[in-house]
């Protein structure tokens, strides 16, 4: 496959230029959402793109600007990040289902020229932000005091006015997105123009995925598996994508049948939605992407799993199973992908299952600008803090390792508690818990402890026969605990919920937990 990466002084959008001349014709994106046969062609794709441009234009967007994109699942979000980088602007893609107080927080930190956004939307900014918005709408509702955004058959249809592509240098800033914030604030992650399409052709490299491929999206596009490891990999290919505006179980299998789709990005909520339907007998799907290779998985829906691991600030998928797949590497993630030199650092030996040789820390030698975040927006003691002194990227993870060199994930380091002088890690807590077949998912933190430094508290979603008997649940809980951790690993207090806060992706917010752990130690018994 030919090189897409820009050399130095070259804008993302000439590589989306050559792809869109290239597949012309070829359906870019299906838009069931917008109507039956709803579709845009490669070439109207960049024709939107264009005149997107143009009018950002008209609006006063310029170079440098920062523009906050709060969209759902929809062609607008695609064709403005891609129209801000025309213009050498930056796109800031955020997600409209987070609360006010969080939108609040990232404009602040972003401090954007103007809000893209929807009508439904309008409310999630506050009123004192003193920034422009402009309405995206779709039906020609009246917005007040907002403009409106071209409609999509007006930006794909019409030769706008011309505009020229800014000439930027391979690292100027092309995209922000922001961590899910599942640990502590939500930090910039900013990419860079070269960084962009460096991901989509690795992501292509190592997925194989071609222009006969269609994958099916669903996930919010303020993610990188969505954004990146799906639209940018489908678009830089030459492929096609569907475009659903949520996940909706009752449609997952017409749709992927009407389209023939061959691949997609699948979450384990996903599947515990789909196991309650009847699955067809045959299908178009190649390979689901997973956070690990799953043999269940792919019993149960005949598909095959590809474990995929990755971060914001690498932006492209970071260690992926390999093409050939063997028995042992089930819950693997394989190996990091070419482009991406690694060292396993603070190794402790036969630490784990999975025949585990090691666990240890994953650290990665990459270049920021190309392969790698250039830095967290207006956070540079966060940044030189994300390296080691001699340049290698932290990522944060703990990962066993087996005799082949298979990874397999172990712990995010800040779900290492310090009890006392030992490190006692989060997930081997849940991992116990689990045992006591009571619960439906679980979470553990860590409580500040003044005589221990902290101590671990479990947190608990029953399942039906846990919440049949919650004090039968707990002494369970308990004895699972006692049977398989040592005395100060275990948590000491368990807390009951009927769900977790929750951060993107549905991922489980740790940080409001430790603070909700904290308030029950404050509060009098």
């Given at each position: 496959?030919?090189?897409?990466t ?31 046969d ?101 039906l ?27 000439y ?87 749709d ?16 515990h ?74 190794a402790?030996a ?62 995010r ?11 006692v ?8 818990a ?77 940080n ?14």
């Amino acid at each position: 496959m030919e090189q897409l990466t820009p050399d130095l002084g070259a804008n993302a959008c000439l590589a989306l230029a050559h792809v869109c001349d290239r597949h012309g014709q070829r359906t870019a994106l299906y838009l069931p959402d917008l109507g039956s046969d709803a579709k845009l062609s490669y070439a109207a794709f960049y024709q939107a793109v264009g005149n997107a441009a143009a009018a950002l234009t008209r609006l006063g967007i310029k170079r440098d600007d920062r523009l906050v994109l709060c969209l759902d699942v929809e062609p607008h979000a695609l064709i403005l990040v891609f129209a801000c980088a025309y213009l050498g602007a930056t796109a800031v893609l955020v997600g409209n289902r987070l609360s006010q107080e969080e939108m609040h927080y990232i404009v602040h930190d972003a401090a954007p020229s103007m809000i893209i956004t929807s009508l439904d939307d309008l409310g999630l900014f506050a009123d004192d932000l003193r920034v422009s918005r402009v309405v995206v709408s779709a039906l020609g509702e009246e917005t007040g005091k907002w403009p409106v955004f071209p409609a999509l058959d007006e930006l794909a249809a019409t030769q706008g006015a011309c505009v020229d592509m800014a000439y930027v240098a391979a690292d100027h800033p092309a995209l922000i997105l922001y961590t899910s914030g599942t640990t502590s604030k939500p930090k910039g992650v900013v990419i860079s123009h070269a960084h962009l399409v460096w991901s989509a052709q690795s992501n292509i490299e190592h997925l194989r995925v071609t222009e006969t491929d269609v994958t099916l999206v669903f996930f919010p596009l303020c993610h990188t598996m969505a954004f990146s490891y799906q639209v940018l990999t489908s678009l830089y290919s030459g492929g096609a994508m569907v475009l659903r505006r949520v996940f909706n179980p009752q449609r997952f299998w017409s749709d992927a049948a009407r389209f023939a789709c061959t691949w997609a990005a699948i979450l384990p909520f996903v599947c515990h939605a789909l196991a309650a339907l009847e699955t067809p007998s045959r299908h178009s799907f190649r390979f689901w992407g997973f956070p690990s290779r799953n043999t269940d998985v792919e019993a149960l829906f005949g598909v095959k799993t590809v474990g995929w691991w990755g971060m914001t600030e690498l932006f492209a998928i970071g260690s992926l199973t390999s093409e050939q797949h063997s028995a042992d590497i089930n819950y693997s993630i394989g190996k990091p992908v070419s482009g991406y030199r690694y060292r396993l650092a603070d190794a402790v030996a036969n630490a784990g299952p999975f025949n585990a040789r090691i666990s240890a820390d994953l650290q990665l030698n990459a270049q920021p600008g190309k392969n790698l975040f250039l830095g967290y927006l207006n956070k540079p003691d966060e940044t030189r803090e994300a390296f080691t002194e001699d340049g290698w990227y932290i990522t944060g993870d703990r990962f066993f390792e087996n005799a082949e060199g298979v990874l397999f994930f172990d712990v995010r380091l800040k779900d290492i508690i310090k009890v006392g002088g030992e490190n006692v890690s989060a997930s081997e807590i849940e991992f116990a818990a689990y045992a006591s077949a009571m619960i439906s998912e679980v979470a553990v933190v860590s409580r500040p402890d003044p005589l221990l430094t902290e101590v671990p508290v479990l947190f608990a979603v029953l399942n039906a026969d846990g919440r049949e008997d919650q004090d039968l649940a707990r002494q369970r809980i308990e004895q699972a605990c006692r049977e398989r951790l040592a005395d100060f690993k275990r948590p000491h207090e368990i807390i009951f919920l009927l769900d977790f806060p929750r951060a993107g992706l549905r991922k489980i917010a740790k940080n409001q937990l430790r603070l909700m752990a904290g308030q029950q130690a404050r509060e009098p018994a």
